[in-house]
């Protein structure tokens, strides 16, 4: 009897994307590009360290691109979803739909 239910391929679940805070960055930033540090801020729930910190893996991946200047005199970073990242955010999501089915 053939074995008719596909094989799982967990390899293809980018790790760096698939934490929930990760996700959801990318996520956001897929549909909103560049999106303000404060932005991203309000959409996770999250603290200002535990955001910059997954900005800065995300960043290390090469899925972000952070750009710090200023509006006005105030002091922005805007996070940018890099092509290799919308690329990585695409296979991503192909995983996770062949996982699901």
């Known amino acids: 009897m053939a074995d008719t239910e596909p ?16 996700l ?21 729930g999250t603290s200002n360290g535990n955001l910059s910190t997954h900005l800065t893996k995300l960043e290390t991946a090469g899925y972000v691109r952070q750009e ?8 922005q970073t805007l996070v940018h979803l ?5 690329n990585a955010w695409i ?3 192909n995983a996770m739909k062949a996982l699901l089915g």
Not at 9 to 21: K, S, T
């Open 82 to 86: 890099t092509e290799k990242g919308r």
């Open 7 to 22: 094989d799982i391929n967990l390899d293809a679940i980018d790790d760096v994307i698939h934490g929930r805070l990760r």
């Open 24 to 44: 959801g960055i990318m996520a956001y930033l897929s549909a909103v590009n560049p999106a303000s540090f404060p932005e991203l801020l309000e959409k996770t």
């Open 68 to 75: 710090k200047g200023y509006k006005g005199k105030r002091p």
């Open 91 to 93: 296979k991503y999501l």
